[in-house]
């Protein structure tokens, strides 16, 4: 995802802000890291360059 893709998400639980944690950069495009919502402190994963935005009980589903 690119770092501008900030100002567009927010969490889907309160529709705040997210905080972006990139473990994993490639120029402006971040690959890996955490989005940790500034209000309800949840945290979403960033894994192959897609940020998860699901809320946390709605991931590990097996589909
Ligand atoms: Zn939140």
Do not use: F, W
């Not at 905080?19 to 495009?29: I, N, P, R, V």
């Not at 949840?42 to 709605?58: A, F, K, R």
């Amino acid at each position: 995802m690119k770092e501008s893709l900030m100002d567009i998400i927010c969490c889907p639980l309160d529709k705040q802000e997210l905080e972006l944690d990139a473990t994993e950069t490639d120029d402006e495009e971040v690959l890996a890291g955490t989005l940790t919502c500034t209000e309800c402190g949840e945290t979403y994963p960033i894994e192959d360059g897609i940020p998860n935005l699901l809320p946390p009980d709605m991931r590990d589903v097996e589909a």
